[in-house]
Each structure stands twice: as C-alpha cells, then as structure tokens.
C-alpha cells in the first residue's frame, strides 16, 4: 500500500535542495540523503552528505551491499530515473551533469558497456547523443583515438577486443563527451592482473589531465597515489569516514579488514611498499582475523595460513599416489594449440594455484583434470589412475569441480533442495540446515539459489561440493568477483579441508592469494608450463612472472615497463578469443557452433581481415540501395510470392531470384550453392507431406504404401510449395549479404522515423548472440557433472532455461544502464529527430522506384506465367 | 511507456527464442516427416513463445506483436529454412497474440489472458499456413483439424508454458525492475 502511494511521486523526482551556501567549485552535494530500491525494507543508503569538487579524484570503498555503486549511480543521475528509487534528502547536482555527457560513466563488465559493433560508431554514439553536428565527428573520434593511444581504425569491429582492451574503448568513449565528471565502477573487476594494470594506467594518465574523477575499485593499491580523496561506506549504507587518502587509509586499516574491504592477511599498503622491496618481502606470517564471522567452524581449526612450502612437507606423503599427473599433455581447438608438452604433477594433500594470463587455458587444464575436455595428446592420472580407467560415477564421487559461474551448478529452485539434493519439500532435513548455518547461508532455505548475493551464490556451490566429501577438490577461480569477507571464509574452509588431506587445486589470478594460501604454483603461459613449484620460487622468477603476465598489485604505477602496455592490433588477436570460438566450432550448440557468430559477423558486414575495405571497394548495386527499404522491399516480395501456383510461376521466380542475386549482390554461384543446400534437404518433408494429405478431387489415381495414398497432383503441389520457399530463401540470402546491421538501423531512424531506443536496443540486443553460445556450452558441461539429477530433471526449467534467462536479463538491464549512462535519453532515446548521426543514410526517389520496380517484375511474372 | 531496459531485454529474450525457433524448425524437418497434419499442427505453438514470454514479463501495448517479430527475424538470420517466410509467421501470430492481451486493455496477464493471446496467435498462424504453406490443399476435416490443434498447441505452448517460464524467471529475483514485479508491488 505504501509502494503504491510512493511510487508515482519518488520517480524522477529528485528532491533539489536550495543550496545555500555552497563553496564555490562544487558540482554535487547530498545532504541526509536517504535511497531505498521498491521491493526491498532497508535503505541501500542512509543518511549520506558528501560534496564532490570540480578536479578532485574521489576513490568510495565498501563492503559488498555497502551502496557504492548505487551513491555512484545518484550522483550520474541515474537514480532514480534509470533505475527505480526513492531518494529523500538533499540532491544538488551541477546543471551541466543533467546535460547528456555531464557524466561519463565506465562500468565493470566490458561486455555490457559498448553497445556498436564497429569502433567508429561506438564513440560517436555519446556524441551523436549530443547532437554533435556530423562533420565534427569524425574528427572528434579520431582525436579522441590519438589522445588515448588507442591504434585502431574506425571500421574494426570490437567484438574480439580483449577484456582490458575493451575497458580502454569504453575510457576512450567517455572521454570523447568531455564530461564534467568521469565515474569508473570497478573497471577492473573482470580482468586479468595485466589488463588491470592497463586500466590503471589508463585512470592515471585521464587523472593527470585534470578530469574530475569518481572511482569504485576493490583493488585500490596501484590507484591510491592518484586519489586525492578516499570516502569509506559501511554495510549499512552509511559513510563511515571521508578524508585524505593516505591518511585515511592508514588510520581505518583494521576497520577495513573488520567490515571485509580488504582481506584479514593483507597488509597496509604503504607496509607492503616498503616490504616488498626486501629480498624475503611476500613471505610473511599474516593474522588472520574472523572477519565476517560467516563460518565459525572453519575459524575454529586455522587461525594462520601456512608459510609457502609447509603443508606439503610436513607430511611424508611417499607412498600415496600424486593427486593429478600430467605428462605430455595437449590441448588444440582446430588450428589453435592452446598448450602442448604439459607435464606436471600435483602432490596429493597439496593445495595447488594454477596461474597464468587470460586465454592460457586454465579453465580447460582445470576441466580435462575432471574428463570435461579431452586431452589431444598426452596421459592424465588421477590419484594414480588413469583418466580412462575412471567410470563417471567414481570419478564425480571422487573428485568436486567448482564452475566460476556458481549459477550453472543449480539445478533446483530452492536452495534447500539444492543443498540436499533433492526435492525436501516443506521438512528440511536437521543436516541441511546445519550446512546452511555454518556457510552463513541460514534464512534462505525456501529462496531460490538465483536469487542470492554473489557472495551467497559462491558459498552455496561450495556448500554443496563439501555435502559428500571428495579427495580432490577443483575450483575455477572460486574468489572471482566475491568481497574479503567471503573470500577469506571460502578459503579458510578449503584450508580446513587440506589439512584433513584433501588436495586442492584452483585458479586464479589473485597473486596475493597464491603468495599467502598456496603450497603449490603452476604457471601456465605461452603454450606450456613455465613454472611448477613453490610460491617462494616463482616469486624470486621475475622474468618467469613479467612473461605469464602475472603483475604484482603491489608494485606502483611509475615502474611500468613499456612492453606491459600492450595495446593495439594484437588485442583482436588475443589468444582468449580463439579459445571461444574454437570452442564454440568443435561442440554443437544451440546456435549451431560457431554459427551466430559469424552470422552477425556477416550481417554487420564487417570484413574481419580487411578492416577498412568498406570504402576503398565499390559496392554491389543493391548494397547501394538503402538497407531499411531493402528489408521491406524483399518482405513484400516473399508476400507476393505465395500468390505462386503452378510449377512454372515457381521456377520462375526462383529465376528471378537467382538473376536478383548475382546481378544486383554480386554473388557468385558457388556462393549462393554452398548458402543455400543446407535448405533443400528440408524440403523434401514438404513434398511428402503434400504428396501423402492433399485434398484430391474423386477419381484421381492414388499410390497406396502403408496406411498413405500418395497421389501426383499432391507432389505438384508440395513441388510449388517448394520452389515457394526455396524463393523466400533466395530473397533472405539476396538480403542479408547486401545490408549492414548497422547501417539499417540507422536507416530505420533517418528515414523510417523510427524511435532511435526501439533501433539501437534492437542492435545492442543483437551483439549478446555471440556471448549465449558461449554460455551455453559452459552451462552444458556444468550440467554433465551433475549427471544423472541434470539429466531427469530436463523438465525443470531450473535446469538449462533459468541461468540463461537471468544472466540475460541482467546483462540487458546492465546495457540498457550503460547506454543511458552515455546520454541516450529523452529525446535522442525517443525521438529520430532528438539526435544526430554518424552515419548518413540517404533516401532517394531511386530507393522508392526499386522497390515499387522489384515487386512490380515479380507481380508482371507471376502474371505472365500463370496457369 | 517502454523503458530502454524493456527494449534491451525484449530483444534479448527475443534472440533466445529465435535460436530456439530454429531448432524448432530442423527438429519438426525430422520428427513430422509424414505425419498427419493434424498432428503436425501439435508442434506449432512452441514458434510463438516469445509472443507470450516477453509481454508476460515487460507488459506493454505492442509487446507480443515486436518481441514475435523480433524474434522471428533472428531466426531467419540464424539461418531458418522458412527465411523470410518466417519474418511474415512473426507478424501474424504476433498480431493474434497482441489480440488477445489487447481485450484484456494490457493490464491483466493470468493465466486466462495467456491461453487466450497463446491461441489467437495459433489463428493467425492458420491464416499463413492456409495461403503459404498447403494447407489451402487440406480436405476440409484435416483443415479443420489442423487450426484446432495448432490453437490448442498455442494456447499450451505458447501461453502456459512462458507463464510458467516467466514465473519461474521472477523468482530468481531478477526481473524486480520490471512490470511484473511492479505488478506483484502493487496488490497488497
């Protein structure tokens, strides 16, 4: 009832305080302000002042659900607005921040916040937004490319850029909006420790040039010289402390490592500079503190990590079998190795990090240890067996594996029955609860598992890897995107169950948890193992470390060699993005392996090998013809072409079509064969059909087999059908390889008048195919390891369609923030009129005439042909 | 009004289907070889999913009628054997569905206005298959049959069954920043 009274007033209006008394030079000030998201009880921010000064840079740090992000979305003027809320207090931001480009905003995930496929209209799209006239555009992009150090050409697609690649794109598209305030929300939070880097650097040198920034960032060491001002939020929502950087952060060390900001066995940074520059520096015995007080069970066993090297040699392990061995290994998806000659092997009871840079194949060597993904070449035992010789049962009996996603692992709708196993029903069992209780998990038994914190998620597919035990335990980077307190209670745990003799084996790229939890590092870079052995001895390796891309957190900014500033072409060509699409190409998938990618591809019209031939070669007629007239015009013409009776109008037609496409599209007639014969087979069922059930007048001879009358005319019939569709596919072939994606859009809005957020939504829409496929097939292999549960339980739609769904939701609601964030709004979002383009589309009287011509030939064809 | 989001996810919701309705597509090539038309009409409502689906979650005027559209021109692009044939299915059956949630004025999704939009997508799928695709040939029972079956398949498969899925989706607790989670907010 209250929802209901609220609502219309609380959204969009903002409470505008008077603002008396302002120091001059402020460009948003809050005071006592209050935001609380409808559907939920508690705050996410309560009582919050905060000034923000035109060319300070503010670093905000917090616990997961401290209301970071959400401070950082009110002070962009997205909430409320973009996102619901309701905000009461004081809100006074700068009349230049309500501006489309007040703000440039980055976001954490790279694959949400571009929303083009080509790197030219991607940064026009903040400018076109803002009305920037057409001619200034392009150089407007150019020299925001130049000022970033950014050597690409404006027609490359970016769909294959690397991860931190794409991070600078989306710097780079902010910054070409000269915006009054640059807020960056962990934009780092889903790189490698080199990307990262990148991505620092990049914040430095936007900070050096005097731009007002706002930065959210949970590895904050490399930043902190940059920032003049650290405010710190507790769980509450509440500023527990603003104040100068260093001095703040000196002074609430502890407080940050009580509310889980930072992990209870790191050390001060200013400590850890100094310290690292000694000889013995990583190794040092750290306290570990209950931070979270989320496990007491595993706080009871572990109070201090082991120094490097103990565990696994404390105890005389001779006569058990290694946990993993390796020897000879490869692994190669159609043309690329991905690592060859692998030989290793992880003692049993050890706790064992495999590191190495995006794309090394981590993940993969983690996955063929379970059997997911055959090894090319090369023998894999497991606990002194080989890999063949293991039957799935024993094999998911003996050994856990933890997906990076914790959302594939859930096949049920509660997370009681999730944790069971089984549908409880109402009585839950006195053991699940108990497990719930001891990973901080109690009071959501009747939830669903989707619908947790990510912190929550990761400990409840932990907790159901530790229902049984294991003696090998698997984890694909398990900290991944989780807070320190979580952190520190997963590993605490994995720790516990080491010493009970469990062996252990994760990924990550964390190095301070390598430095302080590992007994066993290898490296994987380069095709091959670097490095096998101790922490203590890789760290002494910095040549070995500079080479797996593996980058000290602790090291600052300023010792930046130039080589680690990778930028540029070889980001397309990134080993990672090989590593997807081979994937993709080698498992059949629901988009039909590796298809929708290049589809898209294809229909975007971007040569991938030739970046900017688009203007250089002269093209086809009918890519000469605008791309939304086209479209219709060819919808039209399939409509026309169901008035096809007889066997001659069809063939006919298909003339017609064929003449369409390697006249007007430049075809050749290889090409049209090899797009068009997957189709034909299809037909046949329609032939049949129609030969076996048409409507025969009396008297006309049948052929009887079984229980089917099959008659000729009815093949006649099925025969024209046909030729009807073979048509329709002729004229969908005709289409697709004379419009750009792009292109057609923009023609929908400059000459159609169609609202520009129905157009772009549908093109940012468009680029998550290629992301799905992926998707899929790492859910798939998560459900193999369930086995038998996944496999009945295909009727739930827990199972394949909920992890798909949600995480698309999310990522639309995510994309759908970051366009807003870039000035999409109003009238450039909801009027064709309200913005300019980058892209000009003409409509001429030679578009109208080859549509009305087209149609007209087939409709004059028919005519002439008919029966 | 649409809100960017509800775009974003209806096309995005669309794409999903799309893939989905072309599997649909080969896997009918396979299973319905030679069966009866009447029977073949059983597999029809699954081609109209994102019609209810995508209205159920966002609840807008013109939902059914674009996200089936949309949704029809992924699989054409994905590589449908119907081609553009199928881009023509996507306005018909959008349209009967967006019928149907019109005479409940977009404001009423239960489980009745589901069935209801689910068949009347199947009628104007019937209206295509009657001039495209034989069913003009059909004697008049297996007519009859066929618009029958593929209204019941409709109602089924393309009214219960995304009700069931959006159901299902809504408890995960991501779409609290939609319309059916607004609507939920507002009864007591």
């Known amino acids: ?867 | 009004m649409w809100k960017l989001r509800d775009i974003i996810v209806a096309v995005v919701l669309s794409a999903v289907c799309g893939a989905i309705y072309m599997g649909w597509d080969w896997l009918y090539g396979v299973a319905a070889t030679g069966l009866n038309p009447v029977l073949q009409a059983a597999f029809n409502g699954l081609w109209w999913l994102a019609a209810g689906l995508v209205p159920y979650i966002i609840r807008r005027p013109g939902a059914a009628l674009l996200s089936e559209i949309a949704s029809a021109l992924f699989e054409f692009v994905f590589g449908s054997p119907y081609s553009l044939g199928a881009v023509l299915s996507g306005v018909l059956q959008g349209l009967g569905a967006e019928v149907g949630f019109a005479l409940f004025c977009w404001r009423r999704y239960h489980l009745g206005a589901m069935v209801l939009s689910g068949a009347l997508a199947g009628l104007g799928y019937s209206v295509q298959a009657y001039f495209q695709y034989g069913a003009n040939s059909y004697a008049p029972g297996v007519l009859a049959g066929f618009v029958i079956v593929t209204m019941l398949s409709g109602a089924v498969l393309g009214g219960a069954l995304p009700k069931w899925i959006g159901d299902a989706l809504y408890r995960t607790g991501s779409l609290q920043n939609f319309e059916i989670a607004r609507q939920v907010r507002r009864q007591p």
């Open chain 1, 1 to 867: 009832m209250s929802a209901q009274a609220t609502a219309p007033k609380s959204m969009g209006a903002v409470p505008q305080g008077a603002g008396k008394g302002r120091r001059p030079g402020v460009v948003v000030s809050l005071r006592g302000v209050q935001v609380r998201y409808p559907g939920t009880d508690t705050p996410v921010l309560s009582n919050v002042h905060f000034e923000l000064y035109e060319g300070e840079s503010v670093l905000f740090l917090g616990p997961s659900g401290s209301g970071k992000s959400t401070l950082a979305l009110l002070i962009a003027g997205l909430v409320p607005g973009a996102v619901e809320a309701e905000v009461s207090g004081q809100v006074w931001r700068h009349p230049r921040l309500s501006e489309p480009g007040g703000i440039g905003m980055v976001f954490q995930d790279p694959e949400t916040q571009l929303c083009m496929l080509e790197v030219g209209d991607e940064l026009a799209f903040g400018l076109e937004n803002l009305r920037v006239p057409r001619d200034q555009m392009r150089e407007r992009v150019r020299a925001a490319l130049r000022e970033r150090g950014l050597p690409l050409s404006l027609s490359q697609p970016h769909q294959h850029f690397s991860g931190g690649m794409k991070q600078k794109l989306a710097m780079a598209c902010t910054r070409v909006m000269r915006p009054l305030v640059m807020i960056c929300d962990e934009p780092t939070a889903n790189l490698d420790p080199l990307a990262s880097r990148q991505v620092f650097i990049e914040l430095a040198r936007v900070r050096q040039q005097g731009q007002t920034l706002l930065v959210i960032e949970h590895r904050f060491d490399p930043l902190l010289p940059f920032m003049d001002r650290v405010v710190l939020l507790d769980h509450t929502g509440r500023i527990h402390r603003s104040g100068p950087t260093r001095q703040v952060v000196a002074e609430e060390w502890e407080w940050m490592k009580q509310v889980g900001i930072v992990p209870p066995w790191k050390s001060p940074p200013d400590a850890d500079a100094r310290a690292a520059s000694g000889p013995a520096a990583p190794f040092r015995a750290h306290a570990v503190r209950d931070a979270s007080g989320v496990s007491p069970l595993a706080a009871r066993s572990i109070d201090q990590p082991p120094l490097d090297g103990q565990a696994s040699d404390e105890r005389p392990r001779a006569q058990e079998p290694a946990a993993v061995s390796i020897s000879g290994g490869r692994l190669a998806y159609a043309r690329h190795v991905v690592w060859d000659d692998v030989n290793f092997t992880i003692p049993s009871g050890s706790f064992t990090a495999i590191v190495g840079p995006n794309g090394a194949g981590k993940s993969s060597l983690l996955q063929a240890m379970m059997g997911m993904v055959r090894l090319d070449a090369g023998e894999l035992s497991l606990l002194g067996r080989p890999l063949p010789a293991w039957s799935r049962r024993e094999l998911v009996e003996a050994a856990a594996y933890c997906f990076q996603n914790p959302e594939f692992q859930f096949i049920f709708e509660r997370v009681a029955d999730e944790l069971a196993n089984r549908a409880v029903g109402e009585d839950i069992p006195e053991a699940v609860r108990a497990l719930l209780a001891e990973f901080g998990l109690a009071g959501t038994e009747r939830k669903s598992p989707f619908s947790l914190s990510q912190g929550q998620k990761r400990r409840l597919s932990v907790a159901t890897m530790l229902r049984q035990p294991h003696r090998l335990y698997l984890l694909d980077e398990p900290t991944f995107g989780q807070d320190a307190a979580t952190q520190a209670a997963l590993l605490r745990r994995l720790r516990e169950l080491n010493q009970q003799g469990a062996t252990i084996v994760i990924t990550t790229h964390d190095m301070d948890l390598v430095r302080t939890w590992a007994t066993q590092v290898v490296v994987l870079a380069e095709g091959g193992v670097l490095f096998c052995g101790p922490p203590k001895g890789l760290f002494a390796r910095p040549d070995i470390m500079a080479r797996a891309h593996l980058v000290d957190d602790l090291r600052p900014l300023a010792e930046i060699s130039p080589q680690e500033e990778d930028t540029g072409p070889s980001a397309s060509g990134d080993p990672s993005t090989h590593d997807t699409v081979a994937q993709g190409a080698r498992t059949p998938s629901l988009l039909g392996g590796g298809r929708a990618d290049k589809l898209v591809r294809d229909a975007a019209g971007c040569p991938a090998q030739e970046p900017d031939a688009r203007s250089g070669r002269r093209k086809p007629l009918a890519a000469r013809i605008n791309p939304a007239v086209q479209l219709l015009t060819c919808v039209v013409s399939v409509c026309i072409a169901m008035a096809v009776r007889s066997i001659p109008q069809g063939l006919g037609l298909f003339a017609f079509v064929l003449a369409l496409m390697m006249g007007l599209a430049w075809l050749s007639p290889s090409q049209i064969v090899k797009r068009m014969s997957p189709f034909l087979a299809f037909y046949i069922v329609y032939v049949w059909t129609q030969t076996a059930y048409a409507r025969v007048a009396p008297g006309t001879p049948t052929f009887q087999i079984l229980w089917y009358h099959l008659s000729w005319p009815g093949f006649l019939s099925g025969l024209v059908l046909a030729l009807r569709m073979l048509s329709a596919v002729g004229l969908g072939v005709y289409v697709l390889s004379s419009v750009d994606v792009t292109e057609t859009m923009a023609a929908f809005c400059q000459n159609l008048r169609v609202p520009p957020k129905f157009a772009y939504g549908l093109l940012a829409g468009i680029r998550y195919l290629p992301l799905f496929q992926d998707e899929w097939t790492r859910l798939r292999k998560a459900r193999q390891l369930r086995g038998r549960d996944a496999k009945v339980g295909f009727l739930r739609p827990a199972v394949y369609a909920l992890p798909l769904l949600s995480q698309a939701v999310r990522m639309a609601e995510r994309a759908a923030l970051a366009m807003e964030a870039r000035g999409f709004q109003g009238d450039a979002a909801a009027t064709a009129g309200g913005r300019t383009y980058f892209r000009q589309v003409s409509l001429t009287w030679r578009d109208g005439a080859y549509a009305v011509g087209l149609n007209l030939a087939i409709v004059a064809l028919l005519w002439l042909l008919r029966p």
